[in-house]
Structure formats: structure tokens, C-alpha cells
């Protein structure tokens, strides 16, 4: 792909925790890029950094503890490169891109949006600060957008508080608030986890569909490969903070490299497997002075010597695919043992 | 909402009944009765009173009958607003309450406002700006706040005003201006005085609520719903005020149950110390002398007023959270 | 900041408590960490037990008998022992003072002769015998002198010790909290647990004991009661009544915390699995529900304590609670009463100081533990 086909650049990103039990590595190093219409998915057991890392690209990661503490985030705007990871969290450059460039949502959409205020008037909230109208415009504005979002009759649910509006249908409201910016960059995070699978399926296709309409670049988190192979062009499978795989989605579940993400693909249900459901042994370690080894080794099936005394660098395996492991390490198979 | 306010109210009926019993039987709990401390203090004073004269007056009052006659006596009287004598001045408990409860229900009002104003902004500000200086300096205040006894502060306030500033800050007015028909001049005397008992009682109050708002708020900022609000790109101190401290004050809204009781307290013993015009001197003075049927009467509208505060206070809480308005 | 040694030890310490039978041994442990960091809180502490000290050996450490009146020394300010002269260090002296009756008001007047130079001795035996602790009798103080009296805090209007009579104030005023706190502890204890294990009606009645006691302002409630104390009492009949008054509002905080912490434990597994081998109401109370409240107790009852000592001064301080010949803080502070006393004689206040410091000193504390017994807050 060309440069210029990039939307965001992630480079060695480290955001970390200073928590009473220690410094807790929650994103360490991770690179990844999302390119202009595509929608990335990033996929991880609970606890691996997916969130932190959306949450770090829009520079809202929880304060005081945590703190983006080195790499680099470059968003391409109109006219300029910015490297969010440089700017001040309540700054007016932040600001601006969040008002223009960027959205995010939520998984639980209950408590995503305010309680009290109608969910109209969160709507034309965002609608005001990304395009110059006026309150009764952006009024309209709001209710067409509740339209495109399928809450009907749009008129009237714009007064609605809330907890008025089911779950599902709150979910659509939250889109409604992040699109009303008219995004480049639509950040959702476990946006379908909340809901029931027929609501999940209703949402994601309208996610689809108003990605062709908008133009924009997803970036998709989940813990669910079913769900991230449904949406995603391409993934990044995370673990412990750092990326152990990308690749495109058909080569992804095709040809799984990293044993992390072999694991995933056989511990959840696929109608026409024939093969037995194998959830991955072991938990995901707290990522409290983790040793520098691979993170993995505890749970992996085919762990070598050197896995447990060097973490893996990552390794380039052709056409955008990349794991880290040793695996991959020229005949690394036939090393040592 | 109507139907609310309504079943509210039903309820507060069988609880006054309550209170009217239990301030009964805080009053009759000393043994001998007026009669007897009011003998007692004139043989003090060298005085002597004929035993027929003190059965005569004991008999007036209702004295010698059995309790549950003498309770209802009293409280027959509630409806038509007659709360019974004062044996010591001889007239009405009414006309006590009345001169009184004005100024009573005033100060306990400015000092929770007082306590509000200020306990908001600083819970806010302690809250975003958590573990900072800022932060510890007000806890520490706060502490302090909650470890002077009300009783100390007053005189610690008195004593730096007459020390220091050559001001006797005792009362609610110098007594030239006592009894006569309020002039802006008296009222000014009045405002000179009247912070005097609200930040002594205030004080007490503050660092609880200080810590209530600090909790709301820092849970508020941890909701989904401020991230939200931040990824639209809102103004952090829109984020701050707009969405997470207007949920976070409506807990504080139902405080007012526990703090109203803390300010009546806290006003009585600041009445005394300071020397008000308000119900608290004259409950102390009537307890030591058993006017019972004064200090009954005061100790019961005391629980009266905190009832009728925390209903106005849930009333208020059901209209500005529509969460509560619409169940 | 970070120290890494000790992070490893936390980690350890949490990863031993998952679900094991050491688990309050180690939580104890983990709360006592958390709490060590908590300066104010350590600061809290030592300042208690200095008090406390003090109040236990207050006949040592003061020159006087509470109740003993210098009458030639009526409202003296407070002399200081010195160790330093022009001469650079000396041995301790004190400047005595000098009274001459003014013959127009026929006030005593009281001047500092800094002439003068009277050696102090530490370590000092009167004439008079006290009893040490309450055991044995001795008459060994900690200063004293034979030329003259010291007074560190001044004298009041009839010519008493004011230090002499703030420590051994300590007695009375430090242990009011304590067992007030533990008469209501038990009620607490008795209503909560019953409140929040019984649920339904039971439940339901001590709930709305509970709202009611809590709307009741705590001042005029206890003025109402101090009043009743009969008058001919003696100053042991008054000081437990004190404490129950005292605990007739302290134990709804205790109940109410325990309702809440039993009911959240009554759902957890290892409650439903006593119950289902057989165990009694009783038992999984004392075996399984308190060892799991203790901490949220402890908190409770370090915070309940300052309200009890601040009771006791108030009622003493009105004249409802102890009274003299009883030294209490609050006895002392009568004194205080009238401001243009304290503003001519300012060290009536010193009383309200230790009344002070020793709330604080509390409420430092029990913020530490609510910290450390909640270490996810
Ligand atoms: S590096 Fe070793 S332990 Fe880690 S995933 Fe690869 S094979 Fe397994």
C-alpha cells in the first residue's frame, strides 16, 4: 500500500500503570498501522492492552496513574502529520482532533452516555463542536442521523433520556453520537460484547454500512475472533501488552503462526468443525514485572529453551504477516531443540 | 411525582406520633419535677415556700398525674398549636417557639448552604486533581473541620475576635438592638454575627461531605460516559462540571437526612456557647430548671424540622435526577 | 518510589490469599502495609499512645493532685522550666513567681522574678504519697522543687495546676471513648448481625430503629438524658451513665456496617456451604461472617471513638455530663466558658487543645485503616 493510503501510524507505543503493586506494563511496544477505509480488528484475551492501546491513540488513557511514557502515535490529517502521543491530553490541538478526526465507542452503551441529558442533546453536542451550525440546525442534524442509526420515530426519540431506549437501541444512539463528527477515525471498543447475538449482528452490519457511506477507518476491538473475522480487512492479535501477530483476515485464519493465536482460533465454537473445542490452558499473567522471555511460554504447547530465556523478536513472514516467536527464527525449529 | 410527595407526607404522620412520645420520655426521665427544682432553688436563694402553695402549683400543672395522662395532655394540644406552659415564665410554650424558631431554622439553613457552597468545588477540585497537593492540604482542613468540637471553635472565634479585634461577637445583636423592629441597621449588626454560629457549625459537617463529593466524583470520572464525552472532543472542564459532578452531587442532595440532624445538633451547643436567640439556649436552660413541657416541645420540633429538611431534601433529589422522577 | 523488592513481596502476600485458610492472617498483614505508609496515620497513632501513657502514669509525670489549690497562686500563666541561661547550658531552673495583693482592687498580682534562679529537680519526691497506677503507694515524681511551685500550664481561678489537672483529665475523658465504644460495639454487633442475618421483618423493624435513632440530633438528645442524671450520683455512677449515653447513638454506625457486610457475605460460596453442612446461625456468625468484618469494625470503631470524647467534653463542658470533684477535659473547660475569662487567662483553653489533638489524632488513624482495610479504593 502507498503512504498516503495510511490514516494512522502506530510506532513502539508504551503506555504504562503506575499502580500501588508496581509499574504495570498494560502497552509495551506496540506498532501497528491502519490505513485509510479499512477496518483493523484487535483481538486479545481481557487484559492484553487492546483497550489501552485504542484508548492511548485518542490520548485519554486514565490519569493519574497511567501515562503514555514513550512511541509514537501519527495520525495523517488534511494537511499534516500529528504524533498524538506528543500532545498535551486537554490541549486544543487534542481537542480539534477529537472534534473532527476522530470517534470512539464504548462496550457497555447503558453507561457510555449520560444519564441525564437526553440522548438529542448529546447528539447535537457533538454535532456543535465539529460543524459550525446553529442549535436549531444541528437539531435536525441529530435527528437525521438517529435515522441513519435505524432509531425511529427519530423525532420523538430525540427527547428520550437514556435509560428510556433499550440496549441495542442505545447502542445505535451511541453511534449516532460518535458519527455526528463525521470521522476519519471511528475507535470501537467491544462495541457489540453487551448485547444479545441478534442485536450484535444488526450492529455490526450497520457499522458496515455506514463505513462505505462515511468513508472511514475502523479500528475494531474485540476478545471475540468470530466477531473480528466478520468485520475485520486485517488483525492484530495482542497478548500481554504487545502485538504477537498481524495478517489479513482470511490469512489469519487460514495460516495462524503465533501459537497465542492458534489457541484462540481452536478454543471458539465453529459450525462445520469437526475438531474439538480446546480452550487455551492457563491464564493471562498480570503484567507485573513480566521476565524478558516470551510472555506466552507458560501456556504454549510448543515451547523451546530459548522462549523462556529471550522474548521473541518479531518476524516477517511475506505479505503484511508478521508473528513474534521463535518459531519463526530462520530454522528455529531445528536450533537448539 | 404528586402521589409521591403525597405517600411521603402519610408516612411522616405515625413517625411524629413517635417523636412526640420519645421527646415525652426524655423529659419526664429525671426524677422530681419542676416543682422540686423550683423549691430547691428558692431554699437556695434563703427563700421559703409553703408546702400548700407548691401542692397548689403542682396541681395546676398537672403534676401528680400518672405519666400517659400528662402526655396527653400535652400533645392534645399539637393540632390547635398549643404546646402546653412555661412553668418559669408563665405563658405559653408558643410564644417561646415563636420568638425563636425564626432564627433557628435561619442559621441552620445558611450553614447548609455554607457547608454545600463550599464542599462542592472542593470535592471537585480534590477529586481531578487526586493525591495532589491541593488535594491533602483540604483533607487536612477537613480533619481539622471535624476535630474541634463546635463548643471549642465558638470560643476560639469569640476569643480571637475580642482579643484581637476588640469585637464581642457573642449574640446574634448588641442588646440596644434587641426587641426593636429590624432596621438596615440591624440587620447589618445581625450579618456581623450571624457567620459566626455557620462556620462554627459548618465546619463540623464539611470534611464529611467534602469526602462524599471527592468518592461521587472520582467514581463519576471513572464512568464510560466521561470517556465518551472526551472523545467527542468537549471542554475537560464541560466534562468535569456538565457530565460527571451533575451526577455526583445528587447523592449529596440526600445527605441533607444526615447532616440536618448534625447542624440542630451542632446549632444547640453553638446556641448555648454563643449566646443566640435560637431554640438551643432556651432547651439547656429549661432542662436544667425541668420546664418539661418547653424543653419537650423543642426537642420535638428539633426532629420535626430534620424530618420535614430530609423530605424537602428527597423531593428536590426526585427532581433533578430523571432516573428517580420516572420510577 | 518503586522499590522493587517490595512489590514482590505484595504480590506474594495477595497471591497466598486466594482461597486459602490463611486468609486473615495475610489480610491483616496487607492492611498493616497499606497502613504503615499512611503518615498521618502513624503520626496518629504515636501521638495515642503518648496520650494514653501519659493519662496511666499521670500521677508520675504531674507535681500535684488534681484537686489540690495553691491559694497564694490564683490564675499565675504558665511558668517554663529552662535549661538555658546567659551562660549557655544550665542545670534546669524555673523564675518564681511573686504575688503582692494590689490594695486598690485588692487583686493578687503576679509578677515573674527573672532575677531569681530555682534549680527544678527530675526525679523528685514530695511530701504527699499517690498511688503509682492505682497499685502501690509512692510519693517519686517526675519533677519537682522544693523552693517553690511550678505550674508548666498556670493555675485556674482557685489556685489549681492547670497540667496537673489536664493529664490526669486524660483518665476519664481518653477511657469515656473506649467504653462507650464498646457498649456499643456489643449493641451493634447484636443488632446489625441479628438485622442482617435474619432479614424480612426482624430486618425490616431494626432498619427503621436505625432511620429513626439517626434522625435524632445527638446535642439535645444527650442534654435531655445528662439532665436526668440524679444529681446525688457519685462520679463512677455518672461516668458509666455518660458512656451509655454516649452509646445509645454510637451503635447505629456499628450495625449498620455489619447489616451491610454480612448481607454481601451471606451470598458468598464458602457461607452458602457452611449452611448447607449444617452449620448453626451462631456458628457461621462467629466462625464465617465476623473474621470477614473485623477490618470494616476496626475502621468503625476508630472513627466512632473522637465523636465519644467530643460527647463527654460537650455534656462536662454544659455542665450535663461529669462533674467536679471529676477531672475530665470537659470538667476543665467549664472553666473556658465565659470568653472574656479565657481571653484574660488564655491557658484555660489548654484542656480544648488536648480534646483537640486527641480527635485528630483519631480520625488520622481510622482514615489510615478505612485505606488500608479497602486497598482497591
Ligand atoms: S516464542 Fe516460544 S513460547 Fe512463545 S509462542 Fe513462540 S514457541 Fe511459544
Given at each position: 500500500m502507498k503512504n498516503n493510503d495510511i490514516l494512522l501510524e502506530v510506532d513502539n507505543l508504551r503506555t504504562y500503570f503506575d499502580t500501588r503493586r508496581g509499574l504495570a506494563k498494560a502497552v509495551d511496544g506496540v506498532s501497528f498501522d491502519l490505513y485509510k477505509g479499512e477496518t483493523l480488528g484487535i483481538v486479545g484475551e481481557s487484559g492484553c492492552g487492546k483497550s489501552i492501546t485504542s484508548l492511548s491513540i485518542l490520548n485519554l488513557v486514565p490519569q493519574p496513574k497511567g501515562k503514555i511514557h514513550g512511541g509514537e502515535i501519527?495520525?495523517?490529517?488534511?494537511?499534516?502529520?500529528?504524533?498524538?502521543?506528543?500532545?498535551?491530553?486537554?490541549?486544543?490541538?487534542?481537542?480539534?482532533?477529537?472534534?473532527?478526526?476522530?470517534?470512539?465507542?464504548?462496550?457497555?452503551?447503558?453507561?457510555?452516555?449520560?444519564?441525564?441529558?437526553?440522548?438529542?442533546?448529546?447528539?447535537?453536542?457533538?454535532?456543535?463542536?465539529?460543524?459550525?451550525?446553529?442549535?436549531?440546525?444541528?437539531?435536525?442534524?441529530?435527528?437525521?442521523?438517529?435515522?441513519?442509526?435505524?432509531?425511529?420515530?427519530?423525532?420523538?426519540?430525540?427527547?428520550?433520556?437514556?435509560?428510556?431506549?433499550?440496549?441495542?437501541?442505545?447502542?445505535?444512539?451511541?453511534?449516532?453520537?460518535?458519527?455526528?463528527?463525521?470521522?476519519?477515525?471511528?475507535?470501537?471498543?467491544?462495541?457489540?460484547?453487551a448485547l444479545d447475538v441478534t442485536v450484535e449482528a444488526q450492529i455490526l452490519e450497520l457499522m458496515a454500512e455506514l463505513q462505505q457511506e462515511y468513508q472511514m477507518s475502523i479500528m475494531f476491538i474485540s476478545h471475540d475472533l468470530d466477531v473480528i473475522g466478520e468485520i475485520s480487512d486485517r488483525v492484530v492479535v495482542m497478548y500481554t501488552g504487545k502485538v504477537v501477530e498481524v495478517a489479513e483476515v482470511e490469512e489469519l485464519f487460514y495460516n495462524p503462526s503465533h501459537p497465542y493465536t492458534q489457541g484462540l482460533l481452536q478454543s471458539i465454537p465453529k459450525i462445520g468443525r469437526k475438531k474439538e473445542l480446546k480452550p487455551i490452558s492457563g491464564s493471562v499473567p498480570q503484567i507485573y514485572n513480566l521476565p524478558d522471555a516470551c510472555h506466552f511460554a507458560p501456556r504454549c504447547p510448543h515451547r523451546m529453551d530459548i522462549c523462556t530465556k529471550k522474548e521473541p523478536p518479531t518476524f516477517d513472514l511475506g505479505g503484511g504477516h508478521q508473528a513474534k516467536c521463535w518459531l519463526y527464527e530462520e530454522g528455529g525449529e531445528n536450533n537448539e531443540g | 411525582m404528586l402521589s409521591y410527595i403525597l405517600r411521603r407526607t402519610m408516612i411522616m404522620i405515625p413517625m411524629i406520633i413517635l417523636i412526640s412520645m420519645v421527646s415525652f420520655l426524655i423529659i419526664t426521665l429525671p426524677p422530681g419535677s419542676y416543682i422540686d427544682s423550683y423549691l430547691a432553688n428558692l431554699q437556695r436563694m434563703g427563700g421559703e415556700v409553703e408546702q400548700s402553695r407548691a401542692d397548689a402549683l403542682a396541681d395546676r400543672y398537672g403534676l401528680n398525674d400518672p405519666i400517659y395522662e400528662q402526655y396527653w395532655k400535652w400533645v392534645k394540644g399539637f393540632p390547635s398549636g398549643n404546646f402546653g406552659m412555661v412553668f418559669s415564665e408563665e405563658r405559653p410554650v408558643m410564644d417561646v417557639i415563636q420568638e425563636r424558631i425564626g432564627f433557628t431554622i435561619l442559621i441552620s439553613v445558611l450553614t447548609l448552604l455554607f457547608t454545600w457552597i463550599l464542599s462542592i468545588p472542593i470535592g471537585i477540585y480534590s477529586a481531578v486533581k487526586q493525591y495532589s497537593f491541593g488535594d491533602y492540604f483540604f483533607t487536612f482542613f477537613g480533619f481539622l473541620g471535624v476535630s474541634i468540637p463546635n463548643f471549642l471553635l465558638a470560643i476560639i472565634i469569640m476569643f480571637t475576635g475580642l482579643r484581637f479585634f476588640g469585637v464581642n461577637l457573642s449574640g446574634l445583636m448588641p442588646a440596644a438592638y434587641m426587641g426593636e423592629p429590624w432596621t438596615l441597621a440591624k440587620i447589618a449588626e445581625v450579618l456581623k454575627r450571624i457567620w459566626v454560629p455557620v462556620v462554627v457549625v459548618g465546619t463540623a459537617g464539611m470534611a464529611g461531605l467534602i469526602r462524599i463529593m471527592r468518592a461521587e466524583m472520582l467514581d463519576q470520572l471513572r464512568q464510560p460516559y466521561i470517556q465518551m464525552a472526551r472523545s467527542k472532543g468537549v471542554d475537560e472542564i464541560k466534562v468535569i462540571i456538565k457530565y460527571a459532578a451533575r451526577i455526583a452531587v445528587n447523592p449529596l442532595i440526600s445527605t441533607v437526612g444526615w447532616l440536618l440532624p448534625q447542624i440542630i445538633s451542632g446549632g444547640t451547643i453553638a446556641g448555648i456557647v454563643l449566646g443566640l436567640p435560637t431554640l438551643g439556649p432556651k432547651l439547656y436552660d429549661a432542662l436544667k430548671i425541668q420546664d418539661m413541657y418547653l424543653a419537650g416541645t423543642i426537642i420535638f420540633i428539633n426532629i420535626v424540622l430534620i424530618l420535614i429538611g430530609t423530605l424537602l431534601s428527597d423531593i428536590l433529589l426526585a427532581l433533578v435526577d430523571p432516573r428517580i422522577r420516572y420510577d | 518510589m518503586n522499590n522493587p523488592k517490595k512489590q514482590e513481596k505484595i504480590t506474594k502476600d495477595t497471591e497466598i490469599t486466594m482461597g486459602d485458610p490463611f486468609k486473615a492472617k495475610s489480610h491483616w498483614q496487607l492492611m498493616w502495609q497499606e497502613f504503615k505508609n499512611h503518615k498521618l496515620a502513624m503520626g496518629g497513632i504515636v501521638v495515642l499512645i503518648i496520650l494514653y501513657v501519659s493519662a496511666l502514669f499521670a500521677g508520675f509525670l504531674t507535681p500535684y493532685n488534681p484537686n489540690e489549690r495553691f491559694s497564694e497562686y490564683q490564675n499565675i500563666a504558665p511558668q517554663t522550666i529552662k535549661f538555658i541561661d546567659e551562660d549557655g547550658l544550665s542545670a534546669p531552673y524555673v523564675h518564681p513567681v511573686v504575688g503582692e495583693r494590689n490594695m486598690e482592687t485588692l487583686a493578687m498580682e503576679y509578677t515573674v522574678d527573672e532575677s531569681q534562679k530555682i534549680p527544678v529537680d527530675f526525679i523528685y519526691r514530695t511530701e504527699d504519697t499517690y498511688k503509682f497506677m492505682g497499685l502501690f503507694e509512692t510519693n517519686l515524681k517526675l519533677f519537682g522543687s522544693a523552693e517553690t511551685q511550678i505550674f508548666l500550664f498556670g493555675t485556674d481561678g482557685l489556685g489549681r495546676d492547670v497540667f496537673s489537672r489536664t493529664i490526669h483529665g486524660a483518665r476519664l475523658s481518653l477511657t469515656v471513648g473506649l467504653i462507650g465504644i464498646s457498649v456499643s460495639?456489643?449493641?451493634?454487633?447484636?443488632?446489625?448481625?441479628?438485622?442482617?442475618?435474619?432479614?424480612?421483618?426482624?430486618?425490616?423493624?431494626?432498619?427503621?430503629?436505625?432511620?429513626?435513632?439517626?434522625?435524632?440530633?445527638?446535642?439535645?438528645?444527650?442534654?435531655?438524658?445528662?439532665?436526668?442524671?440524679?444529681?446525688?450520683?457519685?462520679v463512677i455512677q455518672v461516668y458509666f451513665a455518660i458512656t451509655v449515653i454516649l452509646s445509645l447513638t454510637g451503635w447505629v454506625g456499628m450495625a449498620r456496617v455489619l447489616r451491610g457486610q454480612i448481607l454481601s457475605l451471606k451470598e458468598e460460596d464458602f457461607v452458602k456451604a457452611a449452611r448447607a453442612a449444617g452449620a448453626k446461625g451462631g456458628r457461621i456468625i462467629s466462625k464465617h461472617l465476623l473474621p470477614n468484618c473485623m477490618s470494616y469494625i476496626l475502621v468503625n470503631l476508630t472513627l466512632a471513638i473522637p465523636g465519644m470524647i467530643i460527647g463527654e467534653t460537650a455534656l462536662s463542658f454544659l455542665g450535663l455530663g461529669l462533674r467536679p470533684p471529676a477531672v475530665s477535659w470537659g470538667v476543665l473547660l467549664q472553666e473556658a466558658q465565659n470568653v472574656r475569662a479565657v481571653a484574660d487567662y488564655p491557658w484555660y483553653f489548654i484542656p480544648g487543645i488536648f480534646v483537640i489533638i486527641a480527635v485528630l489524632a483519631f480520625n488520622f488513624v481510622g482514615d489510615g485503616l478505612r485505606d488500608a482495610a479497602d486497598p482497591y479504593h
Amino acid at each position: 500500500m502507498k503512504n498516503n493510503d495510511i490514516l494512522l501510524e502506530v510506532d513502539n507505543l508504551r503506555t504504562y500503570f503506575d499502580t500501588r503493586r508496581g509499574l504495570a506494563k498494560a502497552v509495551d511496544g506496540v506498532s501497528f498501522d491502519l490505513y485509510k477505509g479499512e477496518t483493523l480488528g484487535i483481538v486479545g484475551e481481557s487484559g492484553c492492552g487492546k483497550s489501552i492501546t485504542s484508548l492511548s491513540i485518542l490520548n485519554l488513557v486514565p490519569q493519574p496513574k497511567g501515562k503514555i511514557h514513550g512511541g509514537e502515535i501519527k495520525l495523517h490529517r488534511e494537511d499534516e502529520v500529528v504524533d498524538i502521543a506528543k500532545l498535551k491530553r486537554t490541549g486544543k490541538k487534542m481537542k480539534d482532533i477529537r472534534r473532527k478526526d476522530s470517534a470512539m465507542i464504548f462496550q457497555d452503551p447503558m453507561s457510555s452516555l449520560s444519564p441525564v441529558y437526553t440522548v438529542g442533546s448529546q447528539i447535537m453536542e457533538g454535532i456543535m463542536l465539529s460543524h459550525d451550525v446553529d442549535k436549531v440546525e444541528a437539531r435536525e442534524m441529530a435527528i437525521e442521523m438517529l435515522r441513519k442509526v435505524g432509531i425511529s420515530p427519530a423525532e420523538q426519540r430525540i427527547n428520550d433520556y437514556p435509560y428510556q431506549l433499550s440496549g441495542g437501541m442505545n447502542q445505535r444512539a451511541m453511534i449516532a453520537v460518535a458519527l455526528a463528527s463525521n470521522p476519519n477515525l471511528l475507535i470501537a471498543d467491544e462495541p457489540t460484547t453487551a448485547l444479545d447475538v441478534t442485536v450484535e449482528a444488526q450492529i455490526l452490519e450497520l457499522m458496515a454500512e455506514l463505513q462505505q457511506e462515511y468513508q472511514m477507518s475502523i479500528m475494531f476491538i474485540s476478545h471475540d475472533l468470530d466477531v473480528i473475522g466478520e468485520i475485520s480487512d486485517r488483525v492484530v492479535v495482542m497478548y500481554t501488552g504487545k502485538v504477537v501477530e498481524v495478517a489479513e483476515v482470511e490469512e489469519l485464519f487460514y495460516n495462524p503462526s503465533h501459537p497465542y493465536t492458534q489457541g484462540l482460533l481452536q478454543s471458539i465454537p465453529k459450525i462445520g468443525r469437526k475438531k474439538e473445542l480446546k480452550p487455551i490452558s492457563g491464564s493471562v499473567p498480570q503484567i507485573y514485572n513480566l521476565p524478558d522471555a516470551c510472555h506466552f511460554a507458560p501456556r504454549c504447547p510448543h515451547r523451546m529453551d530459548i522462549c523462556t530465556k529471550k522474548e521473541p523478536p518479531t518476524f516477517d513472514l511475506g505479505g503484511g504477516h508478521q508473528a513474534k516467536c521463535w518459531l519463526y527464527e530462520e530454522g528455529g525449529e531445528n536450533n537448539e531443540g | 411525582m404528586l402521589s409521591y410527595i403525597l405517600r411521603r407526607t402519610m408516612i411522616m404522620i405515625p413517625m411524629i406520633i413517635l417523636i412526640s412520645m420519645v421527646s415525652f420520655l426524655i423529659i419526664t426521665l429525671p426524677p422530681g419535677s419542676y416543682i422540686d427544682s423550683y423549691l430547691a432553688n428558692l431554699q437556695r436563694m434563703g427563700g421559703e415556700v409553703e408546702q400548700s402553695r407548691a401542692d397548689a402549683l403542682a396541681d395546676r400543672y398537672g403534676l401528680n398525674d400518672p405519666i400517659y395522662e400528662q402526655y396527653w395532655k400535652w400533645v392534645k394540644g399539637f393540632p390547635s398549636g398549643n404546646f402546653g406552659m412555661v412553668f418559669s415564665e408563665e405563658r405559653p410554650v408558643m410564644d417561646v417557639i415563636q420568638e425563636r424558631i425564626g432564627f433557628t431554622i435561619l442559621i441552620s439553613v445558611l450553614t447548609l448552604l455554607f457547608t454545600w457552597i463550599l464542599s462542592i468545588p472542593i470535592g471537585i477540585y480534590s477529586a481531578v486533581k487526586q493525591y495532589s497537593f491541593g488535594d491533602y492540604f483540604f483533607t487536612f482542613f477537613g480533619f481539622l473541620g471535624v476535630s474541634i468540637p463546635n463548643f471549642l471553635l465558638a470560643i476560639i472565634i469569640m476569643f480571637t475576635g475580642l482579643r484581637f479585634f476588640g469585637v464581642n461577637l457573642s449574640g446574634l445583636m448588641p442588646a440596644a438592638y434587641m426587641g426593636e423592629p429590624w432596621t438596615l441597621a440591624k440587620i447589618a449588626e445581625v450579618l456581623k454575627r450571624i457567620w459566626v454560629p455557620v462556620v462554627v457549625v459548618g465546619t463540623a459537617g464539611m470534611a464529611g461531605l467534602i469526602r462524599i463529593m471527592r468518592a461521587e466524583m472520582l467514581d463519576q470520572l471513572r464512568q464510560p460516559y466521561i470517556q465518551m464525552a472526551r472523545s467527542k472532543g468537549v471542554d475537560e472542564i464541560k466534562v468535569i462540571i456538565k457530565y460527571a459532578a451533575r451526577i455526583a452531587v445528587n447523592p449529596l442532595i440526600s445527605t441533607v437526612g444526615w447532616l440536618l440532624p448534625q447542624i440542630i445538633s451542632g446549632g444547640t451547643i453553638a446556641g448555648i456557647v454563643l449566646g443566640l436567640p435560637t431554640l438551643g439556649p432556651k432547651l439547656y436552660d429549661a432542662l436544667k430548671i425541668q420546664d418539661m413541657y418547653l424543653a419537650g416541645t423543642i426537642i420535638f420540633i428539633n426532629i420535626v424540622l430534620i424530618l420535614i429538611g430530609t423530605l424537602l431534601s428527597d423531593i428536590l433529589l426526585a427532581l433533578v435526577d430523571p432516573r428517580i422522577r420516572y420510577d | 518510589m518503586n522499590n522493587p523488592k517490595k512489590q514482590e513481596k505484595i504480590t506474594k502476600d495477595t497471591e497466598i490469599t486466594m482461597g486459602d485458610p490463611f486468609k486473615a492472617k495475610s489480610h491483616w498483614q496487607l492492611m498493616w502495609q497499606e497502613f504503615k505508609n499512611h503518615k498521618l496515620a502513624m503520626g496518629g497513632i504515636v501521638v495515642l499512645i503518648i496520650l494514653y501513657v501519659s493519662a496511666l502514669f499521670a500521677g508520675f509525670l504531674t507535681p500535684y493532685n488534681p484537686n489540690e489549690r495553691f491559694s497564694e497562686y490564683q490564675n499565675i500563666a504558665p511558668q517554663t522550666i529552662k535549661f538555658i541561661d546567659e551562660d549557655g547550658l544550665s542545670a534546669p531552673y524555673v523564675h518564681p513567681v511573686v504575688g503582692e495583693r494590689n490594695m486598690e482592687t485588692l487583686a493578687m498580682e503576679y509578677t515573674v522574678d527573672e532575677s531569681q534562679k530555682i534549680p527544678v529537680d527530675f526525679i523528685y519526691r514530695t511530701e504527699d504519697t499517690y498511688k503509682f497506677m492505682g497499685l502501690f503507694e509512692t510519693n517519686l515524681k517526675l519533677f519537682g522543687s522544693a523552693e517553690t511551685q511550678i505550674f508548666l500550664f498556670g493555675t485556674d481561678g482557685l489556685g489549681r495546676d492547670v497540667f496537673s489537672r489536664t493529664i490526669h483529665g486524660a483518665r476519664l475523658s481518653l477511657t469515656v471513648g473506649l467504653i462507650g465504644i464498646s457498649v456499643s460495639l456489643v449493641l451493634g454487633l447484636l443488632l446489625g448481625g441479628i438485622s442482617g442475618y435474619m432479614g424480612g421483618m426482624v430486618d425490616n423493624f431494626i432498619q427503621r430503629v436505625i432511620e429513626f435513632t439517626l434522625a435524632i440530633p445527638k446535642i439535645p438528645l444527650w442534654m435531655g438524658l445528662g439532665a436526668a442524671l440524679p444529681q446525688d450520683w457519685t462520679v463512677i455512677q455518672v461516668y458509666f451513665a455518660i458512656t451509655v449515653i454516649l452509646s445509645l447513638t454510637g451503635w447505629v454506625g456499628m450495625a449498620r456496617v455489619l447489616r451491610g457486610q454480612i448481607l454481601s457475605l451471606k451470598e458468598e460460596d464458602f457461607v452458602k456451604a457452611a449452611r448447607a453442612a449444617g452449620a448453626k446461625g451462631g456458628r457461621i456468625i462467629s466462625k464465617h461472617l465476623l473474621p470477614n468484618c473485623m477490618s470494616y469494625i476496626l475502621v468503625n470503631l476508630t472513627l466512632a471513638i473522637p465523636g465519644m470524647i467530643i460527647g463527654e467534653t460537650a455534656l462536662s463542658f454544659l455542665g450535663l455530663g461529669l462533674r467536679p470533684p471529676a477531672v475530665s477535659w470537659g470538667v476543665l473547660l467549664q472553666e473556658a466558658q465565659n470568653v472574656r475569662a479565657v481571653a484574660d487567662y488564655p491557658w484555660y483553653f489548654i484542656p480544648g487543645i488536648f480534646v483537640i489533638i486527641a480527635v485528630l489524632a483519631f480520625n488520622f488513624v481510622g482514615d489510615g485503616l478505612r485505606d488500608a482495610a479497602d486497598p482497591y479504593h
